[in-house]
């Protein structure tokens, strides 16, 4: 199989941002599949061990056998800046490059992201091309589904995932506790022994409704951020909002459409557009059988003595060490 990197001059960084809710992880995956790449996480609450329904991880089956860095991998007390970020995130860019493979950096934190494309020290945009992919949502629409989410949420146990981290004396300012979903319930743990069942029901209704006002919050900061950034960068927005509207079968039609489909066709064009390719290689169920056999490897989780780390939970110590040096 023809590789990207056969065909480039510089190269090339994917980037797919949003509000919180608006599918980043999805079209991320989705891309990923299409064009043999790695993610690379730039959620700031992701990056932590545990909290997996709190902080909405994706999981195993929903990564596809996609190789993901930066998901899940930071100690819960530990802190993890956008300068320690922009450290390790810039480290991971290589090593996926030199797997011969596309990064795609996928999240809500746009301070990350920010810190690491416009990181004068490193200097990623000399380095590389960006493409910039916005999944937006109208935020009427974003905040009721975000309402209805954080419902699933607590019926995936995010109640009980919290409660097995509460501590009384937990500082809400450092590592994961700071997520959205921790502290509005702190109030709920420290008096729901103490009181009558009807209290406790309206103090845990009272702290689900902060987590989605909170929420909604959250989102308006970050359609804020994009909005500033789109002033400097080229940021390519992809309309969610109709698929939003639908159910099933619709629904999939919609974002195949509206999302995947544009997506796909904006990464392909940047990928390609200096090279005078009749096929670009995207690794589609058509694509040649090299293709299903590069995907069905696994990739090469590394030690501090290889050459491409991918980062995760065994490995990250050394990968900033490296980096901080």
Known sequence: MDSFTNHRRKDKVVFVMGATGTGKSRLSIDLATRFHAEIIN????QVYKGLDVVTNKVTEDEQRSVPHHLLGVIEPNAEFSALDFRQVAALAVESILRRDKLPIIA???NSYIEALVNDEEFQFKDKYDCCFLWVDVSLPVLHSFVSDRV?????????EEVRNMFEPDADYTRGVRRAIGVPELD?????????????????????????????????????????????????????????????GKEALEAYEKLVVGPGAEIVQKFLYEDAKLTTPPIVTATTIAGAATLAAAPPPIVTATAPSPIVTATNLAAVVAGATR
């Open 42 to 45: 730039s959620d700031k609450m």
């Open 107 to 109: 999240g809500g934190s």
């Open 151 to 159: 419902d699933q949420m607590v019926q995936a146990g995010l109640v």
């Open 187 to 247: 109030r709920y743990f420290r008096l729901e022994t103490t009181v009558d069942e009807p209290t406790r029901a309206r103090l845990l209704a009272e702290g689900i409704d902060e987590i989605k006002a909170n929420t909604c919050k959250l989102a308006c900061c970050q359609l804020e951020k994009i909005h500033r950034l789109g002033d400097v960068w080229e940021i390519n927005r992809l309309d969610a909002t109709h698929v939003f509207h639908e159910r």
